[in-house]
């Protein structure tokens, strides 16, 4: 595999075309809007300097990392002559099934169709497809250029053969990747988003408040960051965009979001993204400051 293309610009798409650019891959990094397209460019360009500053890599690997990506924004256009897609638009269902309706027309008979959803099976995004055994699930971290985790997430139909290129695609991009079934949430949300709104429910049972929940987790179970800390750092949207696949595929209780999450997307507080969730990021983007509405 040389040519890796990837749609969508945010946060985890230009986080994957930083990764495999990195590697030495030619990356073809699709965005329909402009502007994403040009801010996901200037993130990877930022991110490089951060890691020549730390003198994790030098400016000739930085330069020749940037030199690897091509932007576009015509899908059709962008993923000519490309061996892998990996889709990494927005978590939205009809969103992900016309893109990958798209694909199934435009990439070649070969190329092997990737999704970075963390909660959508991969059997109904393949469904759309008229080669299903094609499509695969690829669930990078975030950040992506330092988590080393990368769920790959075998739908019914993907094939050994195409489940076996991915898992070594992802080991040269010094990544560990897990082998994992299509369920709603997989392995990794499946476990971390009922801990997030568990949290939630204990702030909004008057339990706790926001502070103190988060360092009972840090200090008494050694997490890096607090659940409510992580669930603004992840987007709120996010969080409960997934709640919601799992309490819909599984049609159990113990996945439905807690009603303040929900107020809380409603209202527009989505966390880091929006400027405040759980805390204030109005000053910092590092959560150290309570969001007004939870102080005693």
């Known amino acids: 595999m040389k040519h890796i293309a990837i749609i969508g610009a945010g946060t985890m798409g230009n986080g994957i075309a930083h990764t495999f650019a990195q ?15 040009k801010k996901g460019l200037q993130t990877i360009a930022t991110n490089l300097d951060r890691m020549v500053a730390k003198e994790k890599i030098t ?6 990392t940037l030199n690897n990506i091509t932007p576009f924004t015509s899908i059709k256009d962008g993923v000519d002559h490309a061996d892998l897609v ?23 008979d070969n190329a092997i169709l990737a999704t970075n959803t963390s909660s959508i099976s991969i059997t ?3 469904a759309v497809t008229s080669k299903p055994e094609h499509v695969i699930g690829m669930h990078f971290m975030n ?11 075998r739908g019914y139909n993907t094939s050994d053969e195409v489940t076996n290129t991915i898992m070594e695609l992802s080991k040269t991009l010094g990544k560990v990747p897990v082998e994992v079934n299509d369920y709603p949430g997989f392995v990794a949300n499946r476990i971390l988003m009922p801990m997030l709104n568990e949290s939630i429910e204990t702030l909004y049972n008057g339990v706790a408040g926001v502070h103190e929940i988060d360092t009972v987790m840090k200090l008494g179970m050694a997490h890096p960051m607090g659940p409510l800390q992580l669930a603004d750092f992840i987007g709120l949207d996010i969080c409960l965009s997934i709640l919601e696949v799992m309490y819909d595929g599984f049609k159990n209780p113990k996945y439905a ?5 929900v107020n809380m997307v409603n209202a527009g507080k989505l966390g880091v993204k929006s400027g405040e969730g759980f805390y204030d990021y109005s000053e910092s983007r590092k959560a150290e400051k309570v969001a007004s509405q939870f102080l005693k």
């Not at 590697?23 to 397209?37: H, M, P, R, S």
């Not at 992506?144 to 769920?151: A, F, Q, W």
């Not at 979001?257 to 999450?261: K, R, S």
Request: one cysteine or more; a negative charge; glycine letters at 4%.
């Open 143 to 153: 950040p992506v250029p330092i988590m080393k985790l990368v769920e790959i997430i």
């Open 23 to 37: 590697n030495g891959f030619k990356v073809q990094l699709i965005d329909v809007n402009e502007g994403a397209l």
């Open 86 to 108: 990996v889709e990494a638009a927005t978590e939205n269902l009809e969103l992900k099934l016309k893109i990958f309706k798209e694909l199934d027309l435009a990439c070649a």
């Open 257 to 261: 979001p807690c009603p303040l999450l």
């Open 124 to 126: 109904q995004i393949a």
């Open 59 to 64: 400016e000739q690997q930085k330069t020749d």
